[in-house]
Structure formats: structure tokens, C-alpha cells
């Protein structure tokens, strides 16, 4: 059985990976619609940017967040101006980080999953008299749902073992934002092996029913494209 502090370490990641996938499934979409469907300049440049929290140590990508979400950061000081509230060390900080390492997964998905997706058709909205906009809202994402589903569980599942850029603009607060990761590391340090094979054994389930899911979307998807058109 887990204890009440494993629990709330669950309820905190739970709610970090979803606050991530949330956040960053619409700019997931909206940059994968543009890599894919669209040719402008700074394309490779914004490709490239993209990856970057990919190859990057996660400490950065925490540092990167804790410098614009500081009290001294542009975003920080935005916030307190606007509605007097500061996100450092806190559970939305956690997600925010959680988002921001994933991203890159949640991009490449969502690039996969528009380039499935038939330009005839787009072409016939467009030719019927939809703008741009609407056949993106009424063709592209329809059609292309499958895959964004399976991205967003992509990005759960990974924003659920965020460490490094949580630990850093987040911090390790029981109760507040001591994710499973973080709990994890802790009963290490503490010489807690019990507690934390409970912790790596809900880790690896957790992680094993989104990857699942994921598989199955993605399979169908497959599918689906397989079958013969005429």
C-alpha cells in the first residue's frame, strides 16, 4: 500500500503531466501544422528550436523557466504586476516544466500525424470555399486525431518521470510539489529502498498503461491508412 505521502506524490505528478500536455499539446499542433503544411522563412531555424529541449540537460530547461518565471523575470514580474501571484516553486511550475520537456515528443508526434493526413482533401476544402483556418479546424485536425491523441499520451507519459527541470524551478516540497520522481530521489537519499521500489513499481505501471494506449492509437492509425482507397 502506498502512503499518504506516495499518494500525494501521485496526485502532484498526475496533475503536473496533465497542466504539460495541456499546455503544450495547442502549441504541439499549431507548430507541427506549420512544419508540415506550411514553407516559410526560419522553417529549419524554428525545426531546430524545437529539439532543443530534447538534447539539452532538463537542468537547463529548469534554469531557462526559473530565470523568466522569477521574481526578476520578464514573465514573473508580469504576473506579480498583473495578478500578484508567483509561480517558482510551485505545482504549476512543475507542469510547466513537465510541458516544456515534452514538447519536443509532442511536435514530432503531431508531424506525424499531419503528414498522414490526405492534401486532396485539404484541397477540396479549400476549393469548396474554406479558408486556411477552417480546414485546418475541419479536415486537418479530424483527420489527424488519432495521432494527437497518441501525442498528448506521449507527453503524459513523459511529463510523469520529469526530474531535472522540475527539481530546479519547482523544488522539492512534500506536499506542494514533490512529484514521483522527486519522492523517488528522496527515499534514496534517505536509505529508503522500500519506499522507493513502491514508487519505481507505480512508475513502471504508470508508464506501461499511457505507452500501451499509445501503442494501440498508433497501430490503429496504421491501420487505417493501409486500407485501399479509390
Known amino acids: 500500500m502506498l502512503t499518504s505521502d506516495e499518494l ?4 502532484l505528478s498526475m496533475q503536473a503531466a496533465l497542466v504539460g500536455t495541456g499546455l ?9 501544422w506549420m512544419l508540415v503544411k506550411k514553407s516559410f522563412r526560419g522553417k529549419a531555424v524554428l525545426d531546430m528550436f524545437v529539439s532543443f529541449p530534447l538534447v539539452l540537460p ?3 530547461t529548469g534554469y531557462f523557466l526559473l530565470v523568466m518565471l522569477g521574481p526578476n523575470g520578464p514573465i514573473g514580474r508580469l504576473l506579480d504586476y498583473l495578478f500578484g501571484i508567483d509561480l517558482v516553486f510551485t505545482w ?3 507542469g510547466l516544466a513537465a510541458g516544456l520537456v515534452a514538447l519536443p515528443l509532442m511536435v514530432r508526434a503531431t508531424e506525424v500525424a499531419m503528414a498522414g493526413v490526405d492534401p486532396r482533401l485539404e484541397l477540396a476544402a479549400r476549393s469548396l470555399g474554406a479558408g486556411a483556418f477552417r480546414t485546418f ?15 498528448a499520451l506521449l507527453a503524459f507519459a513523459r511529463g510523469l518521470g520529469e526530474f531535472g527541470a522540475t527539481i530546479i524551478v519547482a523544488g522539492n516540497i512534500p506536499g506542494r510539489t514533490q512529484t514521483i520522481p522527486l519522492a523517488m530521489f528522496t527515499d534514496l537519499q534517505a536509505g529508503d529502498d522500500t519506499g522507493a521500489l513502491r514508487l519505481i513499481g507505480l512508475s513502471l505501471a504508470l508508464a506501461l498503461l499511457s505507452l500501451s494506449i499509445h ?5 490503429r492509425r496504421e491501420t487505417e491508412r493501409s486500407w485501399p482507397t479509390y
Open 24 to 32: 503544450g499539446m495547442p502549441v504541439a499542433i499549431i507548430v507541427g
Open 8 to 11: 500525494q506524490a501521485l496526485r
Open 215 to 219: 501503442h494501440v492509437l498508433v497501430r
Open 92 to 94: 504549476i511550475a512543475a
Open 137 to 151: 479546424l475541419t479536415v486537418t485536425i479530424p483527420l489527424a486525431y488519432r495521432g494527437i491523441i497518441a501525442a
Open 58 to 60: 532538463p537542468i537547463i
